[in-house]
Nanobody, 127 residues
Framework: QVQLVESGGGLVQAGGSLRLSCRVS????????MAWFRQAPGKEREFLAA????????NYGDSVKGRFTISRDNAKNTVYLQMNNLKPEDTAVYSC????????????????????WGQGTQVTVSS
């Protein structure tokens, strides 16, 4: 069974940076397109970034474009989200997700396309 475990969340001041990691176990990460989403209290889940199985194709949500970078190291079965210039409105629970049906270069911003989810990691940005 595939498991996703996020790490790297925490408390940071506005303008600071964090790097989140998502470790894939149970099957090789290269079998999945991967994505990051977040959800703040009282708000809908928001797409942040996605990356294709080989890492050659990426896509970003408008609210994080230019500040966040998604990457992956399939040899380590890990996907990363580098977050720079963090703002208080970035405060949320951040989750990674895996799409088992994605063909090689395909990525999907729709959360309904993702089959497996991590438990999430809290990111809090203070002003």
């Amino acid at each position: 069974q595939v498991q996703l475990v996020e790490s790297g969340g925490g408390l940071v001041q506005a303008g600071g940076s964090l790097r989140l990691s998502c470790r894939v176990s149970g099957r090789t990460a290269s079998a999945y397109a991967m994505a990051w989403f977040r959800q703040a209290p009282g708000k809908e889940r928001e797409f942040l970034a996605a990356i294709s199985r080989g890492g050659g194709n990426t896509n970003y949500g408008d609210s994080v474009k230019g500040r966040f970078t998604i990457s992956r190291d399939n040899a380590k079965n890990t996907v990363y989200l580098q977050m720079n210039n963090l703002k208080p409105e970035d405060t949320a629970v951040y989750s990674c997700a895996a799409d088992r049906n994605a063909i090689l270069h395909y990525i999907n911003p729709d959360s309904g396309a993702y089959d497996f989810w991590g438990q999430g990691t809290q990111v809090t940005v203070s002003s």
